[in-house]
C-alpha cells in the first residue's frame, strides 16, 4: 500500500512538472511571436517611413535648389520677369497653394526681402524686383481663391495611393468644368490648366498678403529715392540766381551775357529732367509695370508741386515778376519731359503742378490792377484757395517793370472771405501737404495689366537639365 501511494506521488509530481514546462513553453512561444510581431511592424514602419523621408528630403532639394536660382539676377523673357514665372510655375507643379502647411512661401519672401534690403539704394535692383513681385502678385490674384468662395470649380481625382513625389512631379490635375482636354491639343491643355484658379489654403493667402506689402514696400523706396535724388535741386528751382553783372554790359557782350545767363538759369530745371530721364529707363529696362510707373511719376510730381509752391508762399523774395519767369521757363521743361515720356508712363503727372503752374501764371500776368476777384479766383486761380491767393498777391513785387499787384478793393475783399471762412472752421493753412500714400490697390493693379502666358519661359541653366524641374521645360511643337 505504502508502495502504491509512492508510485501515485511520483507520478502526480511528474505530470505537473511536465505540465509547468509545458505552460512555460507555450508563455516563451507566445513572447516570441508577440516580439517577432512587434519587430515586423516595426520593420514596416521604417520601410514605410524611409520613402516619405526620402521624399521630403527630395522636396527639400528642389525647394533649396529653386531659391538659389531666383535669387540670381534671372532677366526678363519677351517683357516677362523670369523668376516671378518660373516660382509661379513651381508653386503650381507642387500644389504648394493647396497646402495646409508649408515652409515655401516663407522663404521665397526672405529671398525678396535680404535681396532689396542690401540694396536699398540700387534703383535697378529695386526696380528688378518689384517687377518680379508685381507680376507674381499677378498670378496669384487671378489664381487664388479663399475655400468656399465662387469660382472655376478644381477638380483634383488623387488615388488612395497618390504620394507626396507624385503630386510634385506629375503634371496639374484638374480642369476648368465642361473642358475636355482629350479634345485639344497638349500646349493648349497646359494653358488650360495653368489658368485654372484653386482654393487657396491660409499659408498662401499669407503669401499673397506678403507679397503685396513687398510691392508696396519697393514702390515707395523707389519713389522716396527719386524724391530725395531731386530735393537738393528743388531748393534752386524756386529762385532765379542773381547775374546783376550782365546789365552793366552793352551790345553784343550783353546779349552773350544773358544766353550764359539763361544756360545757367535752367541748368537745374535739367538736372530734375536728367534725374526723371534716368529713373524712367531704369523701370522700362526692369519692365516695371506701366501702371506703377504712372503712379511713381504722378506722385514724383505732386511732390515737386508741394515743394515747389510752399517755397514760393513762404519767401517773399521768390514771388516777384522775373522770378516768376524762371520758374515758368523751368516747368516747361517739364512739360516737355512728359510729353516725350508719353502718356503711358507719364500718365496726369503734368496735371499735379497746377498749384505752381497757376501760381506762376498770376505772377507774369499783366495789368493785375485791372482784375477782379472773380478773374483771378476762377479764371487764372480756380484751384488756388482764397488763402494762398491773398499771401500770393501780397507778397507780389514787379523788380522788372515796376507793376502793382491786385487792387485795394480786390485784397480787402478777400480779406472779408477769408473771415468768413475762419468764422466757419474752414481751415486757414495755405501750405500744402505732400502724400506719401500708397495710391494703389491689388485689384487696382490686377485690372491695369495684361494675361501673362508663362508656359513658354525657358529655365534657367542651373535647373534647367534637372529632371525635377522637367516641368518647366516648354513644350515642344
Same mark, same amino acid.
Request: proline share 3%; with cysteine; hydrophobic share 40%.
Given at each position: 500500500?505504502? /508502495? ?27 513572447? $516570441?511571436? #508577440? ?44 517683357? $516677362? ?11 503650381? /507643379? ?75 512631379? /506629375? ?5 476648368? /468644368? ?63 540766381? $542773381? ?48 501702371? #506703377? ?18 517755397? #514760393? ?5 521768390? %514771388? ?17 519731359? %512728359? ?33 477782379? #476777384? ?89 535647373? $534647367? ?13
Amino acid at each position: 500500500m505504502a /508502495q502504491s501511494n509512492k508510485l501515485l506521488s511520483s507520478r502526480s509530481r511528474s505530470i505537473m512538472q511536465r505540465t509547468e514546462s509545458t505552460k512555460t513553453n507555450v508563455v516563451s512561444s507566445t513572447l $516570441r511571436d #508577440l516580439h517577432s510581431a512587434s519587430m515586423n511592424a516595426r520593420d514596416s514602419s521604417e520601410a514605410e517611413g524611409r520613402p516619405q523621408k526620402s521624399l521630403n528630403e527630395k522636396q527639400q532639394e528642389y525647394q533649396d535648389l529653386l531659391l538659389r536660382c531666383v535669387a540670381q539676377h534671372l532677366g526678363f523673357s519677351k517683357g $516677362r520677369p523670369v523668376a516671378a514665372c518660373i516660382i509661379y510655375k513651381c508653386l503650381r /507643379q507642387w500644389h504648394s497653394f493647396e497646402a495646409e502647411r508649408t515652409s515655401i512661401f516663407d522663404k521665397i519672401i526672405q529671398t525678396i526681402g535680404h535681396a532689396i534690403e542690401k540694396t536699398q539704394d540700387n534703383n535697378d535692383v529695386l526696380a528688378y524686383w518689384l517687377s518680379n513681385a508685381s507680376t507674381l502678385l499677378l498670378l496669384l490674384q487671378r489664381t487664388l481663391k479663399a475655400g468656399g468662395t465662387t469660382g472655376v470649380t478644381t477638380q483634383h481625382r488623387r488615388s488612395p495611393s497618390a504620394t507626396l513625389f507624385g503630386r510634385m512631379t /506629375q503634371s496639374f490635375r484638374g480642369t476648368p /468644368q465642361d473642358v475636355n482636354l482629350s479634345l485639344i491639343d497638349g500646349d493648349l491643355a497646359r494653358r488650360v490648366d495653368i489658368l485654372r484658379q484653386v482654393e487657396a489654403k491660409y499659408p498662401a493667402l499669407l503669401f499673397k498678403q506678403q507679397l503685396t506689402a513687398y510691392v508696396e514696400k519697393i514702390y515707395g523706396m523707389i519713389r522716396d529715392n527719386l524724391k530725395k535724388e531731386i530735393s537738393p535741386v528743388l531748393g534752386l528751382c524756386i529762385q532765379a540766381p $542773381r547775374l546783376s553783372r550782365a546789365t552793366l554790359l552793352k551790345g553784343t557782350a550783353r546779349m552773350l551775357a544773358n544766353a550764359a545767363a539763361q544756360e545757367i538759369l535752367i541748368a537745374h530745371w535739367q538736372g530734375i529732367v536728367k534725374s526723371l530721364g534716368n529713373f524712367l529707363s531704369i523701370l522700362k529696362a526692369n519692365h516695371v509695370p506701366p501702371f #506703377l510707373v504712372r503712379k511713381i511719376f504722378t506722385q514724383i510730381f505732386s511732390f515737386i508741386n508741394v515743394q515747389l509752391f510752399n517755397s #514760393l508762399l513762404l519767401r517773399r523774395e521768390c %514771388c516777384s515778376f522775373s522770378n516768376g519767369e524762371y520758374v515758368k521757363a523751368g516747368l516747361a521743361e517739364l512739360e516737355h519731359w %512728359c510729353y516725350n515720356a508719353t502718356d503711358e508712363y507719364a500718365g496726369s503727372s503734368w496735371d499735379e503742378l497746377k498749384h505752381i503752374r497757376q501760381a506762376i501764371g498770376f505772377l507774369v500776368i499783366h495789368q493785375k490792377p485791372k482784375k477782379t #476777384l472773380d478773374e483771378i479766383s476762377h479764371d487764372l486761380c480756380p484751384v488756388l484757395s482764397i488763402q494762398q491767393l491773398y499771401r500770393i498777391s501780397t507778397m507780389y513785387w514787379d523788380d522788372k517793370y515796376g507793376t502793382h499787384s491786385l487792387s485795394p478793393d480786390v485784397i480787402s475783399n478777400m480779406r472779408v472771405l477769408m473771415t468768413e471762412d475762419s468764422n466757419n472752421a474752414v481751415s486757414s493753412s495755405f501750405l500744402l501737404d505732400d502724400d506719401s500714400s500708397i495710391p494703389f490697390s491689388v485689384d487696382d493693379l490686377s485690372k491695369s495689366m495684361d494675361q501673362i502666358d508663362v508656359l513658354d519661359i525657358e529655365p534657367p541653366s542651373l535647373i $534647367r537639365e534637372n529632371s525635377g524641374f522637367s516641368f518647366l521645360l516648354p513644350a515642344t511643337s
